[in-house]
């Protein structure tokens, strides 16, 4: 990708998780874009989050999934029950959308060593 367009792009991506965010009412203290091959998108348990920068040619509501998904484990570290009403909250369609590109893994880091307490998730 040319460096013009590669800026574009992320800042398209920061712009979109920044809104996500508000939205969402989590703070992420980083938003990074970069290379990523394996991952869409990590999250760290100080509050990054990762994007894939090639994530801007996936559809929009792929993007959108692969960014709520992070965002929300800023608020709940795992994939339970609560975790995945806020999905349905915030994203109706999410399991279709989530299939849509399963090539590559979203993760959370370092989710076993988290520092989240069990009752942060209420
Ligand atoms: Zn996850």
Known sequence: ?????????????????????????????????????RKWASCSTTGWISLAVDLADQPNAFQDYVIVHELLHLRVPNHGKLFKSLLTVYLPEWRATASINESRRITCSDQRKSPFKVNSAQ
């Open 1 to 37: 990708m040319k460096r013009k367009i590669l800026d574009d792009t992320r800042r398209m991506l920061k712009e979109k998780t920044r809104r996500w965010a508000e939205h969402i009412k989590v703070e992420p203290t980083q938003i990074r874009v970069q290379t990523m091959t």
